[in-house]
Each structure stands twice: as structure tokens, then as C-alpha cells.
Nanobody, 127 residues
Framework: DVQAAGVWGGLVQAGGSLRISCAASGRTFSSFNMGWFRQAPGKEREFVAVISWSGGSTYYADSVKGRFTISRDNAKNTVYLQMNSLKPEDTAVYYC????????????????????WGQGTLVTVSS
């Protein structure tokens, strides 16, 4: 099983940068594609980015493409989201999630395809 053991968010000014991390437990972390989602107040959870089990492939939502970078370190069972040029509309609770290998990354924008979810962390971008 994969469980997100810790996600660390924070407060940052618009235009700034922040890196959030998700540390997963379980010996099979490297067998899962890992994604990041976010949920703003009053809105549905939305896809942000996903990375393949090997780290060799990534896929991003249009809203964050060119600003955010997802990466992973399988030796540390950790997935990262580097967020640059942050905007107030990026304010949300961010969640990491694990999806079984199989579907192409481009379809992993659906929450229903993820098997495990981590606790969320609040990222606040002030204007």
C-alpha cells in the first residue's frame, strides 16, 4: 500500500515559489504513478500534475504548465511539486495521490483512477 505520510505547504506572495513534498509509506511506491491535485474553497478537486512510476514521463494541467514541475525520488519514497510564478488563484489545498500503472498519463487527470490519497496541505498565495 501507499499512504502519503506528510505533505508540507505554506504561505507565499504572488510571483514567488514554493516546493511541496509528499512522503509515502510502503515498499511499492516505485510501482505507482503519482499525481498532485488541488481543491480551492467552494470548488471541485482538480488535477494539477502526474509523474510516471519511473519519473521519466510527466503530464500537467494547462493552468500550471510552464510554472509547476513534478518530480519524484523513489529512493526516498517522495514526490515533489515545485511551484513557480505563483498566482493568488493557485491558493488551494493540495493533495498527492497514487495510481496503479496501466493507463496512459494523459488520462490520469481523473480522481477516480487513483487508489490512494494523502492528507491535504494548504498553499496560500497572497496578492
Amino acid at each position: 500500500d501507499v499512504q502519503a505520510a506528510g505533505v508540507w505547504g505554506g504561505l507565499v506572495q504572488a510571483g514567488g515559489s514554493l516546493r511541496i513534498s509528499c512522503a509515502a509509506s510502503g515498499r511499492t511506491f516505485s510501482s505507482f504513478n503519482m499525481g498532485w491535485f488541488r481543491q480551492a474553497p467552494g470548488k471541485e478537486r482538480e488535477f494539477v500534475a502526474v509523474i510516471s512510476w519511473s519519473g521519466g514521463s510527466t503530464y500537467y494541467a494547462d493552468s500550471v504548465k510552464g510554472r509547476f514541475t513534478i518530480s519524484r525520488d523513489n529512493a526516498k519514497n517522495t514526490v515533489y511539486l515545485q511551484m513557480n510564478s505563483l498566482k493568488p488563484e493557485d491558493t488551494a489545498v493540495y493533495y498527492c495521490a497514487a495510481a496503479s500503472v496501466g493507463p496512459p498519463l494523459a488520462v490520469l487527470s481523473s480522481t477516480s483512477l487513483y487508489d490512494y490519497w494523502g492528507q491535504g496541505t494548504l498553499v496560500t498565495v497572497s496578492s
